[in-house]
């Protein structure tokens, strides 16, 4: 088969392998996709919770203070017994999920690319060797 002239219907099969197999891939972008979204917005939610407790407990704390200072103004004697909490998150989940979800559709725009250029060479090939290697680049 070394050099023999690729004919149009070999040349459309080589076609099909490729659409199938962008086909197959997109199915599996889109499980992936999804199980990014059902992996991390659980996190993402809970981490938007945390940080709203943290502005209640800070809230809170500034109303607690202002209370100890009036008691002691009216000739209370009270401890200061606040409990410190300096957390503060440092990444945006929202935006840690964004920055997964916009790699996984750029990963998937590259994968799309190289299917469409295999696919516009595989039309131009001309021979069965030359069409056969280009899928097989494209599907490994």
């Known amino acids: 088969m070394n050099g023999e002239h690729i004919s149009d219907d070999q040349r459309k099969a080589f076609a099909d392998l490729i659409r199938e197999a962008e086909r197959r891939f997109e199915k599996d972008f889109d ?36 209370a100890l200072g009036q008691l002691r103004t009216m000739g209370y004697h009270v401890d200061d017994g606040m409990i410190a909490i300096d957390y503060e998150p440092q990444e945006n989940p929202k935006q840690e999920l964004e920055a997964i979800q916009q790699e996984a559709i750029e990963q998937r725009n590259v994968r799309r690319v190289k299917f469409r250029k295999a696919l516009f060479d595989v039309l131009s090939a001309q021979t069965v060797d030359e069409a056969r290697q280009l899928v097989e680049k494209v599907i490994a």
């Open 31 to 66: 499980g992936y996709f999804d199980s990014i979204k059902r992996d991390l917005a659980p996190r993402v939610e809970a981490r938007s919770r945390t940080r709203n407790l943290f502005e209640a407990v800070r809230s809170l704390r500034t109303k607690l203070s202002d």
